[in-house]
């Protein structure tokens, strides 16, 4: 099973801020068998990044993903007061697809 | 595209967990699109258990294969979750939701979500 680590778990920011978040994988996803998620309280998550960097529908610009092999980014360029939230990657590389433990973006 | 999952809240130990996901503005027949199942066990990260589409492929997590089974209704355009003999460890909050392209892949739309607590 692939284990996915993300760093860090709590990252306190402003808004307009730039916030970066880290995915590490146990081993190689051997593609772009990445994902990230937002979710808030009480909501489901929801897809932003898929295939290590392509933005989901209705996605804005400015949340981008990079990474290859076993190390992945996430990064908010100007956090917006709705960005604050829980993030989640996610890989589909290996069996069973597995999920980071998440990062809480949190307001400073 | 809209997916509500439903069923019971409460479910007793070592009985069967079954619980259906109604699709709304898009068919289970299309057989472009994916559909599975994924929980957050209380106080727990997200786990997946497992997917399906029209053309009758089912891939699950291995640590639940033995107890699950995934399943496409498509006169009524629904997906059923069965988890057999459950225990404390499957309680836990139940999505419906599509796959962005295949059955081992990302979620692109979700349900809100479902509480299933096992307890007797």
């Known amino acids: 099973e692939i284990v996915l680590t993300q760093s860090p778990g709590t990252l306190s920011l402003s808004p307009g801020e730039r916030a970066t978040l880290s995915c590490r994988a146990s081993?190689?996803?051997?593609?772009?068998?990445l994902a990230w998620y937002q979710q808030k309280p009480g909501q489901a998550p929801r897809l932003l990044i898929y295939?290590?960097?392509s933005r989901a529908t209705g996605i804005p610009d400015r949340f981008s993903g990079s990474g290859s092999g076993t190390d992945f980014t996430l990064t908010i360029s100007r956090l917006e007061p709705e960005d604050f939230a829980v993030y989640y990657c996610?890989?589909?590389?290996?069996?069973?697809?597995?999920f980071g433990g998440g990062t809480k973006v949190e307001i400073k | 595209l809209q997916l509500q999952e439903s069923g019971p809240g409460l479910v007793k130990p070592s009985e069967t967990l079954s619980l259906t996901c109604t699709v709304s503005?898009?068919?289970?027949?299309?057989?472009?699109?994916?559909w599975g199942w994924i929980r957050r066990p209380h106080g727990k990260g997200l786990e997946w258990i497992g997917s399906t589409y029209y053309g009758g492929v089912t891939y699950y997590n291995p640590s639940l294969e033995r107890r699950v089974s995934i399943s496409l209704h498509t006169s009524k355009d629904q997906l059923s979750l069965s988890l057999m003999s459950v225990t404390a460890t499957d309680t836990a909050v139940y999505y419906c939701?599509?796959?962005?392209?295949?059955?081992?892949?990302?979620?692109?739309?979700w349900g809100q979500g479902t509480l299933v607590t096992v307890s007797s």
């Open positions: 503005g898009g068919s289970v027949r299309d057989r472009s699109s994916y």
């Open positions: 996610q890989q589909f590389g290996g069996s069973p697809l597995t």
């Open positions: 295939g290590v960097s």
């Open positions: 081993q190689s996803l051997g593609g772009n068998y």
């Open positions: 939701v599509h796959l962005l392209g295949g059955l081992r892949a990302s979620a692109n739309y």
